[in-house]
């Protein structure tokens, strides 16, 4: 998948960093949207065309860490990035048993970032075919 | 080996600062990531613009002042942590519960928003002497938070009151509405009990007429007037 196809879900009840995130992502070309709560994550992937959803663990309920399980039981071949804080990849961890792709710490960089959802949308892509 | 009262309260005097002050790190944490997202995009901007893009005067200023406004929150935190961290060598002589009072609601707001709690308070307009350690205060606003919390459950209002009483200064915590199938959180009550014991406070807590649930911490007026009763 190249990164002009990409269609990123951005899930963080910071809304100046959803916001800020979002048109960085889509300077680059990603079709990229946010919302800031789980609620309105799971209604926007309801909705579907989400190639990968990135999600901030500590949000109120639902968390990032529900909103993966729904990811994981309804529509498995959404991609989940988790993002955390430092010090919380015990979630992280958690995060990964449940089926998240990958996980990074906030501040990130954008570059690392967009490659980090290219490799998850790929190796969901591969899974979908197999 | 059997913990004594005095391990177990700085046992829990420790967990205290370390949920506080993860807590605030956390939330500096956002601010440092919502700043990077800012200058980021201040950067993919002028980048684009080297390009050939034109660039907004008006929408760059607009992201600059977004960058202020994240490092003034940010200020906020690290006196809000600096106030906390130094709590603990403050010794001696009153503490103004009213300050205390505000400075724990203030630090206790992520955990009320993770559960969905709006908090609000009706304080004194002037200090409220509390012949209490400023730690242990602000771990007492805390703990009472937490209960109030737990009882409550999500979605719900509190009021925080602090006020002088002919007794000796009160701390008071009240839901804004009825509440039901309200059971106390066992460890977190019996946090709390020690730490009012402690203080020769008298603590108090359960539905009141309505279904209201209301939590009152009675302080003394001196450190040797002490009441020491619990219950609820």
Known sequence: MSVDQLRVLVVDDEQELVDALVERLQLRGIEAEGVTTGSAALARLEAGGVDVVLLDVKMPAPGGLDVLRKVSERWPNVAAVLVTGHGSTQDAETGMRLGASEYIMKPFDIDALVGTMLKAADAKGAQSRD | ?232
């Open chain 2, 1 to 232: 080996m059997t913990d004594t009262p005095d391990t177990a309260g700085r046992d829990r005097g420790c967990a205290f600062f370390g949920t506080v002050t993860a807590g605030l790190s956390h939330e500096l944490n956002n601010v440092f990531a919502t700043i990077n997202e800012l200058s980021g995009l201040l950067g993919d901007l002028a980048a684009a613009g080297q390009r050939g893009r034109p660039m907004d005067p008006q929408r760059l200023e607009s992201i600059s002042h977004r960058i202020s406004v994240q490092v003034e929150r940010g200020q906020h935190q690290t006196k809000r942590l600096n106030r906390f961290a130094h709590s603990v060598d403050e010794r001696g002589g009153h503490t103004d519960l009213n300050t205390v009072s505000q400075e724990a609601l203030a630090l206790f707001e992520r955990v009320a928003r993770l559960r969905k709690v709006e908090l609000e308070s009706v304080l004194p307009d002037g200090p409220l002497p509390t012949p209490t350690e400023p730690f242990e205060l602000y771990q007492l606003v805390w703990r009472s938070l937490e209960v109030a919390v737990g009882i409550v459950g999500e979605k719900s209002q509190l009021e925080l009151q602090a006020r002088p009483t002919a007794d000796g200064p009160e701390l008071r915590i009240a839901s804004g509405h009825p509440v039901s199938n309200a059971a106390p959180p066992t460890e977190l009550v019996s946090a709390l009990q020690e730490l009012v014991a402690k203080l020769g406070g008298q603590l108090s807590f359960g539905p009141k007429p309505g279904g209201m649930f209301c939590l009152t911490v009675l302080l003394p007026k001196s450190p040797t007037s002490g009441m020491g009763e619990v219950g609820p």
